[in-house]
Structures are given as structure tokens and as C-alpha cells.
């Protein structure tokens, strides 16, 4: 093929688009994590799925869905209010796509019950990939899925919504949820002087009729367009949750006035708004006075997946990173062919290894739960500390891939920046890193032994591991300490990593000893690439990051 010229020079020694890849396929980890727990036999399903989101045409509406950002409309040409927000085609083309594959939806039955083994992990496995090519359309997607949990706390309402929830037609009409072929839900729960302590909420519902009035704000509210939300507000028993649909009953635009669009620094695709509420209408959702608690079902779910996108966003620059190395030549040899580059890669593609071991291991506890009190007892207690480790470890994972593509990693033209600049969010919503330590610590004091049955669990499927033994020793310790929460970072962040060996354990031993080595019976460096692995693991872990 004949290079590209300019007067002054030729284009070569660039690697190419790194384009219609099956994202399924090509990712050894991901096949093997699958297959491990539990999903054997969906291969074809997700290859189809990985094929079409690792096609350049969809890699082009992410691109085309973040460069054009949402646009508030807050009045018509009339000057009647209408609260509206325009998003690019390209964004509606994400989430027709991902509405279509189930990605809101697959793991509930028709009547908002769990649909069980193996649907959590094959979900899991489409929205990581999902993620690799666009974010931001994930929010309400991952909104709508984890409001049934919420929803079965009124179980009228679930009744009323799930026919609607439960279809795969994307309706982006501006129209009561009622009359739609479709729908999306979204959330609004902290306030300007509260943040994460939601107790401190001033927002009001007043009983009017067969519903409330809401009058009050959120300072921060995905995915306004979504048809309706579930909002906490204090009623006359106390902090509640309650089901705010875009139109009220008769059909008019219900009182929810957006005040602006938060100016992100990612998730530029997805609209995130300041929102007053002027005597809205809205239902309840389950009992007044236990808003915390029917919501919280919700955030489980929400949590889970910022733990899957954020790995997802680590094995997409992963992929770009190695892609390019292996095309880019550099004093007279391919990048991925220099020992320290090699070194660098081999070493992010095994913390990658273990973050979709561990992710796809937390599934298959959310797909066991209804049935298996110990895999209840292990979401409950690993959801937050595998949040806050995967997500954590997310930005510092997606600076170090940019430094592999040097400058053109900097760049807007590439997704790397983009990832970059995506990567510091799933830390940050559904519970900050104090937050999930804190919500550790909350779920050994209510189950102890449940929280050491767990414990003994990852000591015996990490037997033999180097460090893993003495990890078990020091994560006791620790929350056995009167001052827990002051060292709680760090036996969080400890028992993530243990947890993280275990589940690499039951894919490919001997990546979880290498995983263990260097992450338990040493303090990872700082630097990935600051490890000494044998040339011959090397080779297999690139070998499998993408063939």
C-alpha cells in the first residue's frame, strides 16, 4: 500500500487503527473468566456482541458521541418550560445498542425477580465490553437495570413499569413512560450541604392525593432524560424513596426544573444535571421512613458495574497500548520486542488478568445470591472492597497506557484520552474510597461470622500462594482492631487484592502466583513494569492480552 505523503515528508512507522477487533475473542482473560465462572456455552452469543461493539463503526459513534456533547433546552420557542436535553444521534445509536443486547434488563425475569445463573456474568462480560468503546451512555443503562431491585419494594409499581423495562426497544420520545415501547430510569440522591451523607437531605414530600408533591433539589442528577427517577426526600416519617416520572398522571410535563449540565471532566457523552423540584409528582417506594435501605438495593448494582466499567476502561488501553507497541519501532526494534516495554506490558496485562478474574467472580455471586447465603454474604462484603480497589486503580493504570503510545496517547485524536479522562469517575459516584471501606467495616460488624466464613473461603482458595497466608493473618488483624477505621485502606485494599488472587486462582494458577508474588508477598512498586517476571510468563501474558 502506498504511504501517505506530505511535501516535507512521509507517514510511516505509525500503528494502525486499532479497529474491528472482536473484543471477546481477542481477550483470552475475559473468555477464560467467563468460562470459569459459570457462563460456558455463551461463547458464540458474546463473540457476536464482542464483534459488533469492536467494529470502527461503533468505535465512531463513541467518538462522535463524546465530541458532541449534551445541550440543555430549558424553554420552547414559545417560552413554555420544557426541560428537555438534546443529545448527538450518535448517542442514541450507544444506547439503542446497548438496550437491545439487554444490558438494562437481562438479569430480571419479566417480573423484576432475579433470571439467576448465568446471567449476571454474561451481562458482566457484554457491558465491560461495552465500556471499552463509550462510557457514558453506561449511566442511565446501568441506572435502569439496578432500579427493579429498588422497584420490588412497592411491588404494585414493579408491576405497573416492568413490561415496560422489560422490552429492548429504545424509545428516546419525550413522552409519559406509559405510552412508550420503552424506558430508562434514573437517580437523584445527594444534595448540596449533604453529598454522600444523605441523611442530611432537605428535600420535602408532602402527601397530595394518591402520590406526594417534592419540593426541594439534587445536586446531582444523571441522565435527566430519562422517564423517571428514584429520588430520596424526607416525608412525615422520614428519609424516603420515591418514583419521579417525567410526565405526571394526566399527562403533563411534571415539575422537575434542571437548572444546568454539569461541565464534567469525562463522561462527556452522558448528561449529568442540578435539578429543583417544584412540587413534582411522585409515588412512593416502599415504606416511608426507609428510603436508605430500599435504595441501597440499587446501589449494590450500580457498584458492581462501576467496578466492571472501570475494568473495562483498564483492558481497552491494555489493548491499544500493546497494539501500538507491537507496530511502533524504536532504535531499530518493535517496542513490544524492548525488555522494558515488555516488562511494563506484562505486568499491567496481569493486573488485568486478575481485575476481570475478580469482577466476573463477584457475578457469579450476584447470580447465586437468591439461593446461596454464602455467596450473599460474599457480595455484600466484597462488592465495596472490589469497587474500591478496581476502580482505584483504574486512572494511575490508564496514565501509565498512555505513556506507551507517547504523545499520540496524549491526544485527543486517540480514545486513550479519553479513557483517561473517564477513569476518576467510578471512584467517585456510588460511594467515594472512604465510603467503601467504611461500608466494609458496617458489613463485619452486622456478619461477623459470615465476614470470617468468607475470610477462611479466600484463605483456602489462595492456599499455597505466595503472601497469602500472612495477607489472611494481617486483613484479621486489622478489622479486629478497636481503631479499624483508621487503618481500613489499607486491609480493604489488602483483602481486594486476596480476593482478586483467589478468583485468578480458579482461571490460570500460575498468572494468580505471579499475581500473588508481586501484589501479596511484596508491595506492588508504584510503577508497573518495576517487577521481575520470567521471560517466558511475559510472553504468555501478552500472548493472551490480545493475540
Known sequence: MTQPSFETHDVFNQSPPFADVNLFTADRPLVDAVTAYGAAGTEPELAAFGALWGSAEMAEQGRLANENTPKLRSFDAKGFRRDVVEFHPAYHQMMARAVEAGLHNSTWTSEGRPRGAPSEVVRAAKFYIAAQVESGHLCPITMTRASVAALAAQPDLLAKTMPVIATRHYDAAFAPWWQKRGMTLGMGMTEKQGGTD?????????????????????????????????????????LTCFFMPRFTPDGAVNALRFQRLKDKLGNRSNASSEVEFAGAYAVRVGEEGRGIRTIIQMVQLTRQDCAISSAGLMRSSLAHALHHARHRSVFQKHLADQPLMQAVLADMALHVEATVALVM??????????????EAAYMRLLTPAIKYWVCKSAPPFLYEAM?????????????????????????????????????????????????????????ADTNGLPGAAAAVAAIGQAFRRGDSERVARL??????????????????????????ATRLAAVHPSMYGAVDLDPADIRDLLERALP
Open 361 to 374: 467472580r463477584l457475578c457469579r455471586a450476584f447470580d447465586r445470591m437468591p439461593d446461596d447465603l454464602k
Open 198 to 238: 444523605v441523611r442530611a437531605n432537605m428535600t420535602t414530600a408532602e402527601r397530595a392525593g394518591d402520590g406526594y408533591r417534592i419540593t426541594g433539589h439534587k445536586w446531582f442528577m444523571s441522565a435527566p432524560m430519562c422517564d423517571a427517577f428514584l429520588v430520596l426526600a424526607q416525608a412525615e416519617s422520614g
Open 403 to 459: 505513556e506507551c503510545l507517547g504523545g499520540n496517547g496524549y491526544v485527543e485524536d486517540g480514545i486513550l484520552a479519553r479513557h483517561f479522562r473517564e477513569s476518576p469517575v467510578n471512584a467517585i459516584w456510588e460511594g467515594s474510597g472512604n465510603v467503601m471501606c467504611l461500608d466494609v467495616l458496617r458489613a463485619l460488624s452486622r456478619e461477623a461470622d459470615a465476614a470470617m466464613a468468607i475470610l477462611k473461603d479466600l484463605a
Open 491 to 516: 486491609a480493604v485494599e489488602k483483602l481486594a487484592l486476596l480476593a482478586a488472587a483467589a478468583a485468578l486462582n480458579k482461571v490460570t494458577p500460575r498468572h494468580a502466583e505471579l499475581f500473588a
